[in-house]
């Protein structure tokens, strides 16, 4: 078949994340299935109209945000983009194309989660009143409008969380496929992909002790939580160190949160690594913190157990399935709100101070996270996943015969 996807970003984007990256891999499986497979998504600072990626062919209109209104009229107005047999709806950032409007093609949604309460958090910060109108629009569209339009369409989400969230909104055929797509992540598709190999990464010795946050500067990654944390755990103990990996356009205020607490010399920012740099840096580190108040999987965690280390997650969708609280990390608490979340600093300086103090108890946590790992079946998560979506394509098919 010939499939069109519709998503805002793609894996050249400078913003893209860990679902492009999943979405992506999806893609790739569908081109090495014989389908013809283009994206229609946002275009970057120094990006081409078009593209080709591993097979993959992209249209770029517009940007991140204006794409949810190009897409829709690129579409409408090209013969060859109307020309396709299925269309893949993706909702990256919680809000779809609403292509059920403007076409009668068989059509299938993606949704990592629905970010709600993230609107707020993020345009607040950015727009302050006009932010909060908008924030509340998005919400009104994602949680009122969307479901409607897409009852009768079958939506794929990745997390058991996400999934009760989606039908809690109204989304009718929802179908959840945890672990499906986290080696991705893990490896952004290069060869290693024997994650119990990870373990065997040199551990290397060092006088820091290392503290890591993995995931994209954003407001509602919580990251400023930690880095209130470390003003109080440098006092208890000194030579700690925050390495942060990853990118994101809230690097410029977290930097100056850093330099108001005096905390230059301990926190690190160390961008976007290639993956066998992050896995170094995760086995020369003591405990991986993951701060975000929404996600919809948290595979930075299963990294973290993969190198035998445990983890400090927040008690929010997302993190707090991956935990098992006093045994594989520690689950802190904190106060939900759509504008101003926060996570419970003093409970984070806590459970990082006994961690980082206390080698044995880091080092049994640590190992039964790595067993905890072990226990889950990637591959067949995953075999399971492709074997649905191809049948689901397959039957779409037959649908598409039968109306002709």
Same mark, same amino acid.
């Given at each position: 078949m ?11 984007? !400078?913003k893209?994340?860990?679902?492009t990256?999943?979405?992506?891999r ?14 229609l998504?946002?275009?970057? #600072?120094g990006?081409?109209?078009? *593209? ?8 770029r =209109? ?8 190009l ?7 090209? &013969? *060859?983009?109307r020309?396709?047999?299925l ?5 990256? @950032?919680?809000? !779809?194309?609403f292509? %059920?409007l403007y076409?009668?093609? %068989?059509?299938?949604?993606?949704c990592?989660?629905?970010?709600r ?6 345009l607040c910060?950015?727009l ?6 908008l ?6 569209? +994602?949680? =009122?409008?969307?479901?409607?339009i ?9 997390s058991?969380?996400s #999934? ?11 179908f959840?496929?945890n ?8 490896f952004?598709?290069? #060869?290693e992909?024997?994650i119990?190999?990870?373990?065997s ?6 006088? +820091? ?11 509602y &990654? ?6 209130y944390? @470390?003003?109080?755990i ?7 160190a ?16 850093? *330099? ?7 926190? #690190?920012f ?18 991986? =913190?993951?701060? $975000? ?5 948290a595979? %930075? ?25 006093? /045994? ?8 939900p709100?759509?504008i101003n ?11 990082i101070?006994r961690l980082?103090?206390?080698?044995q108890?880091s ?7 790595? $067993?905890f790992?072990? /226990?889950i *079946?990637?591959?067949r998560?995953e ?8 049948a689901?394509?397959?039957? @779409? ?8």
């Amino acid at each position: 078949m010939r499939i069109l996807v519709f998503c805002n970003k793609d894996i050249k984007n !400078p913003k893209a994340g860990g679902g492009t990256w999943e979405l992506f891999r999806i893609l790739k499986r569908l081109i090495s299935w014989g389908h013809d497979v283009t994206l229609l998504c946002g275009n970057f #600072k120094g990006g081409s109209r078009e *593209d080709e990626i591993d097979g993959v062919k992209i249209c770029r =209109v517009g940007n991140v945000a204006s794409v949810f209104f190009l897409a829709p009229l690129k579409y409408i107005t090209s &013969k *060859d983009l109307r020309s396709c047999d299925l269309i893949i709806d993706v909702a990256l @950032m919680g809000v !779809p194309f609403f292509t %059920p409007l403007y076409t009668k093609k %068989p059509i299938i949604m993606i949704c990592w989660h629905l970010p709600r309460e993230t609107f707020f958090i993020e345009l607040c910060r950015k727009l302050n009143l006009l932010g909060f109108l908008l924030a509340s629009f998005l919400i009104f569209i +994602e949680d =009122v409008v969307a479901p409607r339009i897409y009852r009768h369409v079958p939506v794929i989400t990745f997390s058991h969380a996400s #999934k009760m969230d989606l039908k809690a909104t109204g989304y009718r055929y929802v179908f959840s496929f945890n672990y499906a797509l986290c080696k991705e992540i893990m490896f952004l598709g290069k #060869k290693e992909e024997n994650i119990a190999d990870l373990a065997s990464i040199e551990e290397k010795e060092g006088r +820091e002790l290392i503290i890591v946050s993995i995931g994209r500067l954003k407001r509602y &990654k919580g990251i400023q939580d930690l880095i209130y944390a @470390m003003s109080f755990i440098v006092k208890k103990v000194p030579n700690a160190a925050l390495f942060i990996i990853g990118r994101g356009d809230y690097l410029d205020e977290l930097k100056k949160l850093v *330099d108001r607490l005096l905390l230059k010399n301990h926190v #690190k920012f160390l961008g976007f690594l290639p993956v066998k740099e992050k896995f170094n840096i995760l086995k020369r580190s003591r405990v991986l =913190v993951m701060t $975000s108040y929404k996600e919809g999987f948290a595979t %930075p965690i299963l990294e973290a157990y993969a190198c035998k280390k445990p983890v400090v997650g927040i008690n929010a969708p997302g993190t707090r399935e991956l935990i098992i609280h006093g /045994q594989t990390g520690f689950l802190y608490p904190y106060r939900p709100s759509f504008i101003n979340p926060k996570g419970d600093v003093h409970k984070i300086t806590e459970y990082i101070i006994r961690l980082i103090t206390n080698e044995q108890l880091s080092k049994n946590m640590g190992e039964r996270g790595y $067993s905890f790992l072990k /226990q889950i *079946d990637i591959h067949r998560h995953e075999v399971s996943f492709f074997r649905f979506f191809s049948a689901l394509l397959k039957q @779409m098919a037959e649908k598409r015969r039968l109306k002709r």
